[in-house]
C-alpha cells in the first residue's frame, strides 16, 4: 500500500501540534540541574563577612565591585540559625556567586553544648550521657552532618568543600560538657569526611577552640580540618580591611604552629556592625582568612624572553635605546601591533609605528611616542587586553601582574610584580583611585580598569 499523502492544509496542522506537544514538554520537563560549585573555598587568604541573611543578587554585586571581601558564610541548616527562613538563598543563588567569584562558608547552626545557659537553646542540647562513650552525642553529631550535606547538596556546594558547625560559647569547667561536645564533634567530621566533604568548626576562641585544641593535644578524637575562630580585636583597633595590616591569626588559646603553620584557621575579629559598599549597607561580622596553600600565584606568562617588570618605566622617542624598550615590543607583539622580532633596545621607526597603531586602537593621543600614559594603557592592556576580572585583596592572577605594572608606570608605586593582591597593592589601587578621582576603595573594579586602560594617571 502506497503511504497517504496529506493535504497541504493538514500538513501544516499536524507540523502545528507537534510544535505545541514539545513547548509543552519543554515546560513540564525537569530542568538541568545547575553545576555544582568548585570546592569551597579552596586555597584563599583574604577577607570575608558574615551575615544572618544571605543579601540580594544586587546587594552581592555591589559588595563584589566595591568591598574588599571576596568570601561569605551563608546559613544553610540548623535548627537554631536566626534566620531559618532565607529570602534569597537557593541554588540560582550558589551558582551566581561562586561564578562570580565568591568564596561560600556554608554555616550550620545545631546542637549546642550541653551546658550552655542561653535560653533559647535549651531545647537543643547535645546529649551529654557518658554512655558508651557519649554515643548519644556522637549519633546526633551524625544527624547534623547528614543534614547540613544534604542542603549543601540541594543548594549545589561542590563535593570537597568545608561545611562549619557553629558551637557557641560555653562554659568549660564540667567534664562531661565537654567530653559530650567533643565527641559531637568528631561524629560531625567523620560523618562529613565519609559523604566527601570537609569540616570546619566556628566557637569562640576561649570556649570550643581551646577545647577543641587541648584534645588534640592529648591524641582524642577527630579534629575538624579548619578552624573557624572567634576573637574579636579591641574596639580601638577597628578599621575598615584591608587598610592595615591583616589581623594576626595566631591565639593564646590554641597552638598556632600547628593550625596556623598548616593554613587550618581563619578568624573573626570583629563582631556585629554596619559597612557600606556601592550604596548598600550590611550588618556584617568580619573574618580574616589564610587556608590551605593560600591564594595561590599562577606561573608568570611567557614575555617575549625579556624582562617586562620594573619598578618605573621610562620615557621613550623614536632613536631612543634602553632595555624596557624591549619590553614595549614585546607587549605590542603581543596585541598585535608589533611584527618584527624582539630583538634590539632600540626605539625604531618599526616601533614607533606599532606604537602610534596601539594608540589608535586605544584611543589614545597618537604620536608614537612611549609616555607615561601610553606605558600605563599598554601594561593595562597586554598580555591578554579581554581578562579584566574585579581583583582585590586575596586575588592572586596574571591580571594582578598587570595591575601592579601599570600602577608602577603612573610613577611612584613601586611595586614588586608578585601577581599577589595584598596590602601594599591596596593602597596603591587606592591611591591612584584618589589620584584620577575615583571612589578610593582599593577594589580594580570595571570603572578603574576602564581608567587605566585609558592611560590616566
Known amino acids: ?53 544571605a543579601p540580594s543578587q544586587s546587594a552581592m554585586d555591589a559588595w563584589w565591585n566595591a568591598s574588599p571581601y571576596a568570601g561569605i558564610g551563608i546559613y544553610i541548616a540548623g535548627d537554631l540559625r536566626f534566620c531559618r527562613v532565607q529570602t534569597h538563598l537557593d541554588a540560582t543563588w550558589v551558582a551566581r556567586q561562586a561564578r562570580t567569584g565568591w568564596r561560600l562558608l556554608p554555616l550550620t547552626v545545631g546542637r549546642q553544648a550541653s551546658c550552655s545557659t542561653v535560653e533559647r537553646y535549651q531545647d537543643h542540647l547535645i546529649d551529654d550521657n557518658p554512655t558508651k562513650g557519649y554515643a548519644a552525642a556522637r549519633g546526633q553529631g551524625r544527624r547534623e552532618a547528614r543534614s547540613t550535606v544534604r542542603a549543601a547538596r540541594a543548594l549545589g556546594i561542590g563535593k570537597r568543600s568545608v561545611l562549619w558547625y557553629d558551637i557557641e560559647a560555653f562554659p568549660t569547667t564540667s567534664t562531661r560538657c565537654r567530653e559530650s561536645a567533643l565527641a559531637f564533634l568528631s561524629a560531625w567530621t567523620n560523618t562529613l569526611h565519609n559523604l566527601d ?69 581563619m578568624r573573626q575579629y570583629r563582631g556585629d556592625h554596619d559597612e557600606r559598599y556601592g550604596g548598600v549597607r ?66 625604531t621607526p618599526a616601533t614607533k609605528a606599532a606604537v602610534y597603531r596601539f594608540q589608535t586602537a586605544s584611543g589614545l593621543p597618537r604620536h608614537g611616542k612611549l609616555n607615561r600614559r601610553v606605558w600605563v594603557a599598554l601594561l593595562t592592556a597586554a598580555p591578554i587586553p579581554a581578562a579584566t576580572p574585579v581583583s582585590k585583596y586575596g586575588s592572586a592572577t596574571h591580571a594582578v601582574r598587570r595591575i601592579q605594572r601599570a600602577l608602577n608606570a603612573t610613577g611612584g608605586a613601586r611595586l614588586p610584580i608578585t601577581g599577589f593582591y595584598g596590602f601594599e597593592t591596596t593602597q596603591a589601587v587606592r591611591d591612584y583611585q584618589r589620584a584620577v578621582g575615583l571612589p578610593a576603595n582599593g577594589v580594580v573594579a570595571p570603572t578603574t580598569w576602564a581608567t587605566l586602560r585609558a592611560g590616566r594617571s
Open 197 to 265: 566533604f570537609r569540616s570546619g568548626v566556628y566557637s569562640s576562641a576561649a570556649s570550643g577552640i581551646a577545647v577543641l585544641d587541648q584534645a588534640r593535644r592529648a591524641g582524642r578524637h577527630t579534629m575538624p580540618d579548619f578552624l573557624w575562630v572567634a576573637e574579636w580585636v579591641a574596639a580601638s583597633s577597628y578599621r575598615r580591611p584591608p587598610t592595615a595590616v591583616p589581623p594576626s591569626l595566631q591565639s593564646s588559646f590554641y597552638d598556632s604552629a600547628w593550625w596556623v603553620a598548616q593554613g587550618r584557621v
Open 1 to 53: 500500500m502506497s503511504p497517504r499523502i496529506l493535504p497541504a492544509p493538514a500538513t501544516t496542522a499536524l507540523v502545528a501540534l507537534l510544535g505545541l506537544l514539545a513547548a509543552l514538554l519543554a515546560v513540564v520537563a525537569p530542568q538541568p540541574a545547575a553545576a555544582d560549585t568548585r570546592a569551597m573555598p579552596g586555597h584563599f587568604t583574604g577577607y570575608a563577612f558574615d551575615q544572618c541573611q
Open 282 to 347: 550590611i550588618n556584617i561580622d568580619t573574618n580574616y582568612l589564610n587556608l590551605g596553600r593560600g591564594s595561590r600565584v599562577p606561573r608568570a606568562q611567557a614575555t617575549c624572553g625579556v624582562e617586562i617588570d620594573y619598578d618605573r618605566y621610562r620615557r621613550f622617542t623614536q632613536g631612543s635605546r634602553g632595555e624596557q624598550i624591549r619590553a614595549a615590543q614585546c607587549l605590542l607583539r603581543q596585541l598585535g601591533h608589533y611584527r618584527k622580532k624582539v630583538l634590539r633596545p632600540r626605539f
